[in-house]
């Protein structure tokens, strides 16, 4: 069982960045692919993000592609998500998720074994 804790988020204006934070317990943190999703009031969760074990590979969302960027720091057992340029659709909660049940990076919410309680992030126009 891994437990993730997510940080980072709040309030921003229109343009601006956050940078989210996932603080993973376990040793195993850089065996996982993990991923980042988010979930706006009255829709379904959706992926944003994921990233291979060693962070050599990633894959986003079009929604985001070119503005967020995820990333990680294995020695830290930390997840990322850079999100520049923010718009106000971009409000939502946001969670770290992981590991995927299959290792591979999927969009899937149902592959991820475990997820962390969300951040809140909210853009302002």
């Known amino acids: 069982q891994v437990q993730l804790v997510e940080s980072g988020g709040g309030l921003v204006q229109a343009g601006g960045s956050l940078r989210l934070s996932c603080a993973a317990s376990?040793?195993?943190?850089?065996?996982?692919?993990m991923g980042w999703f988010r979930q706006a009031p009255g829709k379904e969760r959706e992926f944003v993000a994921a990233?291979?074990?060693?962070?050599?590979?990633?894959y986003y969302a079009d929604s985001v592609k070119g503005r967020f960027t995820i990333s990680r720091d294995n020695a830290k057992n930390t997840l990322y998500l850079q999100m520049n340029s923010l718009k106000p659709e971009n409000t939502a909660r946001y969670y770290c998720?992981?590991?995927?049940?299959?290792?591979?990076?999927?969009?899937?919410?149902?592959?991820?074994?475990?997820w962390g309680q969300g951040t809140q992030v909210t853009v302002s126009s």
């Open positions: 990233i291979i074990r060693n962070g050599d590979s990633t």
């Open positions: 376990g040793r195993t943190f850089s065996a996982y692919t």
């Open positions: 998720a992981g590991p995927s049940r299959s290792g591979v990076m999927t969009t899937s919410r149902l592959q991820y074994a475990n």
